[in-house]
């Protein structure tokens, strides 16, 4: 069984490594920052996107994907999220729970 500090160590190896996100819009991939990284007060490990106004007029995300320190593909997640111009962006939150099955 998992120690706990094992999971700890999971848990810093995931967050450590995290390093940017892209986001799909048609056809195009743009890429952006990690907004934020935090351990929640429930142990789950939240990793925040902020998706700003750079691209023009309404807009469809149909995908969002996080990558490692070696731009390596870590997550893809399929989305269908409606973004107006009027607004200035979205937060995205993944969250992650480490635990031993």
């Known amino acids: 069984m998992l120690t706990s500090n094992a999971i700890d160590g999971f848990k810093k190896y995931t967050q450590n490594n995290i390093a940017f996100a892209k986001f799909k819009v048609g056809s195009t991939y743009y890429q952006v920052d990690i907004h934020k990284k935090e351990v929640l007060s429930d142990g789950r490990l939240a990793v925040y996107v902020l998706i700003d106004d750079k691209i023009p007029g309404d807009i469809t995300i ?14 893809t997640k399929t989305e269908n999220i409606s973004k107006k111009a009027v607004q200035e962006g979205i937060l995205y939150r993944f969250t992650f729970e480490f635990e031993e099955r």
């Not at 149909?62 to 320190?69: H, V």
């Open 62 to 75: 149909s995908e969002i994907q996080l990558y490692d320190i070696d731009s390596k593909l870590w997550l």
